[in-house]
């Protein structure tokens, strides 16, 4: 059975950072590219960032590149989300997802992601 298992989401003030991880078990991780969506209040979920199986190449939303950075531990079996110079736009639940496309499916739980002074 796939799980993943979203953590490190929080209340931080406009410019500050967060790491979030997704644990994954249940399939061989180190062979599927993976997903960070997320989804604000009242809003579809969004794509975010995506990584291939190599780590080597990567993929981001405009309004994050620059700030956001993902990564992961293939030994570890863990998606990694760096957040940084966040923003209150930034606010959302946020999913690790063994996707690529929509409807974002298998996905965790989430963890939520609140930017606000």
């Known amino acids: 059975e796939v799980q993943l298992v979203e953590s490190g989401g929080g209340l931080v003030q406009p410019g500050g950072s967060l790491r979030l991880s997704c644990a994954a078990s249940g399939f061989t991780f180190e062979t599927y590219s993976m997903s960070w969506v997320r989804q604000a209040p009242g809003e579809d979920l969004e794509w975010v960032s995506t990584?291939?199986?190599?780590?080597?190449?990567?993929y981001y939303r405009e309004s994050v590149k620059g700030r956001f950075t993902i990564a992961r531990d293939n030994a570890k079996n863990t998606l990694y989300l760096q957040m940084n110079s966040l923003k209150p736009e930034d606010t959302a639940i946020y999913y690790c997802a063994r996707a690529l496309i929509e409807p974002w499916i298998p996905r965790g739980q989430g963890t939520q992601v609140t930017v606000s002074s």
């Open positions: 990584i291939k199986p190599d780590t080597s190449i990567t």
